[in-house]
């Protein structure tokens, strides 16, 4: 119990927690679950929007998302790396994944059905992702406070990216403009859902605020979204689908309609409309990457060899 209250006192006074440092058994496990949790996100993230690298509308399009992708592929190794100093394997975490036990954004799980899902999910889904992980580069555990820096950096790109091509499109056709419009309607909601469950129904918020893992709470931070992104859309000439949106001058936030948290469960449940599709995919070119995987770990071994030698 002491060492608790040791510990407590560290993260009330600000102080990083690292790798070696002694921390309860329920902080390890909940940073592992946390950090391993973002890390699948980043990397599962890579699917739908790769899915559009050889039918991007140009060449600079084609490159900017290939920019994109790549990040997401660096922000998951990050990740995977802070989730092992806290003394587990990511063949352990990558199990995890495979067998359902580890889970992964819901937003990830929704289909990219043509290039405005492309902005949107840049616009929404890293908007959202930037107001929350800007608030993680100040998370009590030092190694996953330290990736965030880089990864909050470039997912304000991301977020550019996508915005960008919402306005181009909203200033295009009628077509183009219905296509954006589209767009939005199917990823506002997810993108809500993607900050947790409301405080009072999330089993994780109270630990994770204590511990000061997170800053602020999942309804703080969605609300900070919300108050950032309708503003957004309208500036361009995008509606959210949502007719109980309503400005409260007295609180000077947005209030907004009811989150179908029915419909978060079942995704994050593994029955969204890209669940499957998205695991087998992982799963195929895991084992498919097998031998890359030993190839870098031979070459590794035998250059450590040959160092050893010439030092000798």
């Known amino acids: 119990m002491a060492d608790e209250i040791k510990f407590q006192k560290r993260v009330d006074n600000g102080e990083y927690i690292e790798a070696k440092d002694e921390m309860p ?29 050889t039918r991007a509308p140009s060449l600079r399009a084609k490159q900017i998302l290939l920019a994109k992708i790549q990040d997401e592929g660096g922000h998951g190794l990050y990740l995977y790396s802070a989730t092992e100093t806290l003394g587990i394997s990511r063949d352990e975490l990558i199990k995890q994944l495979h067998s359902g036990k580890a889970k992964y954004s819901n ?40 990736a965030m820096v880089r990864i909050c950096k470039e997912e304000s790109f991301h977020q550019r990216q996508g915005y960008e091509i919402m306005a181009k499109m909203m200033s295009g056709t009628k077509e183009q403009k219905e296509m954006a419009q589209d767009a939005m309607n199917r990823w506002w909601w997810p993108a809500l859902m993607m900050f947790g469950p409301h ?112 030092q000798a």
């Not at 390890?28 to 599962?44: D, F, G, K, N, P």
């Not at 289909?111 to 992702?129: E, K, M, Q, S, Y």
């Open 25 to 53: 058994e329920e902080y390890r496990r909940h940073l592992i679950r946390q950090i391993s949790q973002h890390a699948h996100s980043e990397v599962i993230g890579m699917q739908p929007e790769g899915n559009w690298i």
């Open 199 to 310: 405080d009072t129904n999330s089993p994780h918020s109270s630990n994770a605020v204590k511990w000061k893992i997170k800053r602020e709470t999942n309804d703080e931070l969605r609300q900070k979204f919300i108050d950032k992104t309708i503003p957004q859309a309208e500036l361009i000439g995008l509606k959210v689908p949502d007719n109980n949106v309503k400005w409260n001058a007295k609180t000077n936030h947005y209030e907004i309609g009811e989150i179908n948290w029915d419909e978060f469960h079942k995704v994050i449940n593994g029955h969204g409309p890209c669940n499957k599709q998205r695991m087998n995919h992982h799963k195929k070119y895991h084992e498919e990457g097998i031998w890359v995987r030993e190839a870098a770990e031979a070459y590794s071994k035998k250059k450590l060899e040959r160092e050893s030698l010439i």
């Open 107 to 146: 937003i990830f799980n929704y289909p990219a059905l043509n290039w405005a899902d492309i902005g949107a999910i840049g616009w929404l889904v890293d908007g959202a992702a930037i107001v929350n992980q800007v608030s993680l580069q100040r998370t009590s555990y030092g190694p996953y406070a330290r």
